[in-house]
């Protein structure tokens, strides 16, 4: 069956970096397009960034841009989010998203 898992979350300092993981298995990844989505508390969930299956186009939601980066390994079957420049906003469960499935997320703390 499809699964994903995800990895990397922790807590950190404001402007602090971290690198996200998601690794897929029970499909070929390399045809899908993978999103990273997160959800604060009280908040909906949001797609944060994208990226095409072949790796050549990416998209971010403007509150992260510049900021992070997603990239995948078809090698792998690892997509990242580098998120750097981190802040308190960016506090959140971070999920990966593909084939119609969600991981079970990873939390992200910002704080000092």
């Known amino acids: 069956q499809v699964q994903l898992v995800e990895s990397g979350g922790g807590l950190v300092q404001p402007g602090g970096s971290l690198r996200l993981s998601c690794v897929a298995s029970?499909?070929?990844?390399?045809?899908?397009?993978l999103y990273w989505y997160r959800q604060a508390p009280g908040k909906e969930r949001e797609l944060v960034a994208r990226?095409?299956?072949?790796?050549?186009?990416?998209n971010y939601a403007d509150a992260v841009k510049g900021r992070f980066t997603i990239s995948r390994d078809n090698a792998k079957n690892t997509v990242y989010l580098q998120m750097n420049s981190l802040k308190s906003e960016d506090t959140a469960v971070y999920y990966c998203?593909?084939?119609?499935?969600w991981g079970q997320g990873t939390q992200v703390t910002v704080s000092s």
């Open positions: 998203y593909a084939r119609g499935v």
């Open positions: 990226v095409t299956s072949g790796g050549g186009i990416t």
């Open positions: 029970g499909f070929t990844f390399s045809s899908y397009g």
